[in-house]
T-cell receptor
Framework: AQTVTQSQPEMSVQEAETVTLSCTYD???????LFWYKQPPSRQMILVIR??????QNATENRFSVNFQKAAKSFSLKISDSQLGDAAMYFC??????????FGTGTRLQVTL | DTEVTQTPKHLVMGMTNKKSLKCEQH?????MYWYKQKAKKPPELMFV???????INESVPSRFSPECPNSSLLNLHLHALQPEDSALYLC??????????????FGQGTRLTVV
């Protein structure tokens, strides 16, 4: 079984600044994958970034990067140079060998001018 | 085409009605999923189809009946729903069948209201 915890219900960042969203997880599987998904008001879930647990190198995707601490079971998302379009609900998620994507409770990110 | 298309976008139905939600993808993905999302909550998995066969049913009530007629199409048949079934229903697909280690592509969802 997998559990994903996001302890920040809401976060706010000024445009062009950097923000970090926290996520911790628990799993009994040795092989698993971690994701950050973004859900804007349009409702569609969009993949932001993906991390394979067996890779030590942190994933990076343009302005988005993760800090993956496997021993601590931590998977935080850093957004650099925040833009108004980054405002959304962000979900951390994990999956193992089964086809089950387990989501955290989400963090609502506001971007202010 | 990298889209998952869901129809309708909005649906209002009575508790005695029968309706269906439709999901389509033309990316050649072999796994398709139904999720239910209540307001301000994360999506919850309902069903998984892998290679057109039902592989996971998360103890969903029988008033929800999934169907996968072919590899591109996924339906969710609704009958005798309750007001608490009102939610956003999300469809997703992923390239591989049994293992979800790649990106899942989501549709925009159907906002269902049961009256």
């Amino acid at each position: 079984a997998q559990t994903v915890t996001q302890s920040q219900p809401e976060m706010s960042v000024q445009e062009a600044e950097t923000v970090t969203l926290s996520c911790t997880y628990d799993t009994s599987e040795s092989d698993y994958y971690l994701f950050w998904y973004k859900q804007p008001p349009s409702r569609q879930m969009i993949l932001v970034i993906r991390q394979e647990a067996y890779k030590q190198q942190n994933a990076t995707e343009n302005r988005f990067s993760v800090n993956f601490q496997k021993a601590a079971k931590s998977f935080s998302l850093k957004i650099s140079d925040s833009q108004l379009g980054d405002a959304a609900m962000y979900f951390c998620a994990s999956t193992g060998t089964a086809s089950k994507l387990t989501f955290g409770t989400g963090t609502r990110l506001q971007v202010t001018l | 085409d990298t889209e998952v298309t869901q129809t309708p976008k909005h649906l209002v139905m009575g508790m005695t009605n029968k309706k269906s939600l439709k999901c389509e993808q033309h990316m050649g993905h072999r796994a398709m999923y139904w999720y239910k999302q209540k307001a301000k909550k994360p999506p919850e998995l309902m069903f998984v189809y892998s290679y057109e066969k039902l592989s996971i049913n998360e103890s969903v009530p029988s008033r929800f009946s999934p169907e996968c007629p072919n590899s591109s199409l996924l339906n969710l048949h609704l009958h005798a729903l309750q007001p608490e079934d009102s939610a956003l229903y999300l469809c997703a697909s992923s390239p591989q069948g049994a293992v979800m280690n790649t990106e899942a592509f989501f549709g925009q969802g159907t906002r269902l209201t049961v009256v």
